[in-house]
């Protein structure tokens, strides 16, 4: 079993930041690649950015290129979502997901689900 277990959402002004964190347990889960999607009210879950198991390549979606951040430890187990110059348009439930699937960095098919945390951006 695995269980992915996010933190740092909260309400923010637009212009500010939030750190979001998700940490991972379970043998079931190695050393795979993470990643943080989104769902806004009323739209379909989207990707936001990933990171590869070794942590040295990472992938974002266009919306938050240059603003977004992400980075693992992964002796922690753990991976982090940066957000700078927040939009009201960020707003969302954010989901962390982590895979042991060897696939590339641009490939959308997660193994495992986080309950998400609700990150709102007030203007």
């Known amino acids: 079993q695995v269980q992915l277990v996010e933190s740092g959402g909260g309400l923010v002004q637009a212009g500010g930041s939030l750190r979001l964190s998700c940490a991972a347990s379970g043998r079931a889960f190695g050393y795979g690649d993470m990643a943080w999607f989104r769902q806004a009210p009323g739209k379909e879950r989207e990707f936001v950015a990933a990171?590869?198991?070794?942590?040295?390549?990472?992938y974002y979606a266009d919306s938050v290129t240059g603003r977004f951040t992400i980075s693992r430890d992964n002796a922690k187990k753990t991976v982090y979502l940066q957000m700078n110059s927040l939009k009201p348009e960020d707003t969302a439930v954010y989901y962390c997901a982590a895979r042991n699937s060897i696939l590339a960095l641009t490939s959308m098919a997660y193994d495992y689900w986080g309950q998400g945390t609700q990150v709102t951006v007030s203007s």
């Open positions: 990171a590869h198991w070794s942590g040295g390549s990472t």
